[in-house]
Structures are given as structure tokens and as C-alpha cells.
T-cell receptor, first 115, second 112 residues
């Protein structure tokens, strides 16, 4: 079974530029998550999708971050404009259901450096 | 405000000995706890979990212990192997949904 795919793996941009990350979850997984992991910290949830609907985006900085999952499969996370403090690893995860015991499977992440 | 705390950023253990990783949480309503393991340049992978109705869950070399009165859980690895060298995160799902709160992680180094 293929795991969660993410691209690109690395991205370097200058502040005020825009960037987009892509995620392809495990086939059949209805729930998709984007997490931000800043160096030295644990992952922090940005947004959760159930199929193509947003379940929770309370921690997403909506003035600069946006995410979509139009067909309920792939998802894109965008930052525009980027700030220095956005330097982090962006992790995508998926789970079969929203059940609290459903295991979340993580992709390898996209490492973003904002200069 | 951190919901989950791992106060030891790093731990070194000799191969074959026991590794004990600790985690404290703040909300007594949390009822499910997980440990994830992360290798460099990879995403976290699920390792083991425990429900609050239990105080111990064992899976091979890995055992998680839960002390609800102290709001504390620990992960024991016996015997430790060099391949166990990784960052270990404890995590709890939000009481309302499957959003995970992660600790800051403990980097385990198993010395051959």
C-alpha cells in the first residue's frame, strides 16, 4: 500500500514570496490533515479535511495560509506572502476516518526555508 | 499553552538496556494516548497507543504505561536496539475531534 505522498520535499524562498505544497493521501482515506512542525517543537495542526470539507481550521493563519481539497483526494496548502517564521516542516497526514482511534499516517513532509 | 509535555529533549542508552521516555499531559479529560516515532527526513510513524481504561499496553519490545492520577505516561523499550534511535513524540487527540496535540519530542540515541 502506497503511503502519503508530498511534494516538493524541500523549498527555499524569500520572504513575501508565495509557495504551495501538495499532498496525496493514502487511497480511501477520508480525513486529511496538515501540520506545521517548527524546529525543536512537535507538529501542530493547521487544518483538517473530511472528504472535501473543512472540519477544523481554527489554527490556520488565514491572512496568509490557505488550503483546499477540491475533489476529496489530493490537497494543496499555500502560503502567500511567506514570512521568516513560516520556516518549518509541513506534514500531511491521512486517516481512514475521523474516529479518534483512527491512526494518522504521515507523509515525509516538505521542509520550507524562508530567507 | 502546551497540552502535552516531554521534559527530556534527549536520552542516550546502551544497546540492550531499557529506554524510558516520559510524557505529561494537562487535561484530565484526555482518554487516548499515542506514541509516534520519527526518523530524520521522514514523517512520524505510529508506534503504540493506550486507552485511559488501561494502565498498560504492550507490543513486543514496547510498553506504554499510563498513570491517570499523575497525568503521566511513559514508553519503555526493552531491550533497546540501535535502530530505535529516533525522535519519539507522545500525542493525544483533541477531545472533540481527531486533531493530535504533540509533545516536543525526545531524541533517543541507542549506543551500540
Amino acid at each position: 500500500e502506497a503511503g502519503v505522498a508530498q511534494s516538493p520535499r524541500y523549498k527555499i524562498i524569500e520572504k513575501r514570496q508565495s509557495v504551495a505544497f501538495w499532498c496525496n493521501p493514502i487511497s480511501g482515506h477520508a480525513t486529511l490533515y496538515w501540520y506545521q512542525q517548527i524546529l525543536g517543537q512537535g507538529p501542530k495542526l493547521l487544518i483538517q479535511f473530511q472528504n472535501n470539507g473543512v472540519v477544523d481550521d481554527s489554527q490556520l493563519p488565514k491572512d496568509r495560509f490557505s488550503a483546499e481539497r477540491l475533489k476529496g483526494v489530493d490537497s494543496t496548502l499555500k502560503i502567500q506572502p511567506a514570512k521568516l517564521e513560516d520556516s518549518a516542516v509541513y506534514l500531511c497526514a491521512s486517516s481512514l476516518t475521523r474516529n479518534r482511534a483512527a491512526t494518522q499516517y504521515f507523509g515525509p513532509g516538505t521542509r520550507l526555508l524562508v530567507l | 499553552d502546551q497540552q502535552v509535555k516531554q521534559n527530556s529533549p534527549s536520552l542516550s542508552v546502551q544497546e540492550g538496556r531499557i529506554s524510558i521516555l516520559n510524557c505529561d499531559y494537562t487535561n484530565s479529560m484526555f482518554d487516548y494516548f499515542l506514541w509516534y516515532k520519527k526518523y530524520p527526513a521522514e514523517g512520524p510513524t505510529f508506534l503504540i497507543s493506550i486507552s485511559s481504561i488501561k494502565d498498560k499496553n504492550e507490543d513486543g519490545r514496547f510498553t506504554v504505561f499510563l498513570n491517570k492520577s499523575a497525568k503521566h505516561l511513559s514508553l519503555h523499550i526493552v531491550p533497546s536496539q540501535p535502530g530505535d534511535s529516533a525522535v519519539y513524540f507522545c500525542a493525544v487527540p483533541d477531545t472533540g475531534a481527531n486533531n493530535l496535540f504533540f509533545g516536543t519530542g525526545t531524541r533517543l540515541t541507542v549506543i551500540p
